[in-house]
């Protein structure tokens, strides 16, 4: 069973930056595409980015592209997400999920594993 593990959440100052990881253990997430969600108070959870297994396919949803950058590192078993000109409406608790094939289609109901989620808060 794939385990995710995201670290990096924090408090943010908008206009800041903060990279998340997503870890996987025991087995390799190389076999895996990931995608990353995020769920506000309130709201239902929604896709931000997904990368494909070797990396050289990345989809952004709109409210993030030019800020945000997916990106992996099979040898290290982990996949990032650079978050830049951070928002306060981009406060929400981040999850990275898995999924044995790639797809553009940013949707949580087609991926099979999920992290805890790390919080992201975004305030002056």
């Known amino acids: 069973q794939l385990q995710l593990v995201e670290s990096g959440g924090g408090l943010v100052q908008p206009g800041g930056s903060l990279r998340l990881s997503c870890a996987g253990s025991p087995l390799t997430l190389r076999y895996y595409a990931i995608g990353w969600f995020r769920q506000a108070p309130g709201k239902e959870r929604e896709g931000v980015s997904c990368i494909s297994e070797n990396g050289g396919r990345t989809n952004y949803a709109d409210s993030v592209k030019g800020r945000f950058t997916i990106s992996r590192d099979n040898a290290k078993n982990t996949v990032y997400l650079q978050m830049n000109s951070l928002k306060p409406e981009d406060t929400a608790v981040y999850y990275c999920?898995?999924?044995?094939?790639?797809?553009?289609?940013?949707?949580?109901?087609?991926?099979?594993?999920w992290g805890q989620g790390t919080q992201v808060t975004v305030s002056s």
């Open positions: 999920a898995a999924r044995y094939y790639y797809s553009d289609y940013l949707s949580p109901g087609q991926y099979n594993f």
